[in-house]
């Protein structure tokens, strides 16, 4: 048997994805999602838990109020990062436009650096109520 923990946080946030066509393309003006992260931790049916649910929400909660919670994901090289910075904005730099897919992993690699023991098997991003992106182990 193996058993499995999900931790979720809800945030608020920017982007703008520079580059795309078609549908895509009006992606490139500023805008913002409701987005819902999912964390799932293998826990391995271990008594004491490999993974305490108090511990990792605590370190989760905290990593999406600083980091994610009203921030503007933004490409390094956009410009705009500039004037978000030039103007006290919460800015979460980003190598390459700033998609779900690449917002996804990025908070997967976070994770994972912040909770080195714990063996997270995969993220979900959730953008608004219909598009979510998963980074899986």
Sequence with gaps: ???????????????RILGLTGEG???STPHGHNFRAVW???SH?????AVEF???KRVLKELVASRFDHAFFCDKDDLFMDWLIANNCKVFP???PPTTERMVYQIAELTKRLLSDADLRSVRLHEGPVNTA???F
């Design 1 to 15: 048997m193996n058993i499995s923990i999900s931790v979720e946080a809800d945030f608020a946030a920017g982007h």
């Design 25 to 27: 393309a009006k992606c």
């Design 40 to 42: 799932e931790f293998d």
């Design 45 to 49: 049916d271990a008594f004491p838990p």
């Design 54 to 56: 108090g511990s990792v």
């Design 94 to 96: 980003m190598d390459g």
């Design 134 to 136: 998963i980074c899986t």
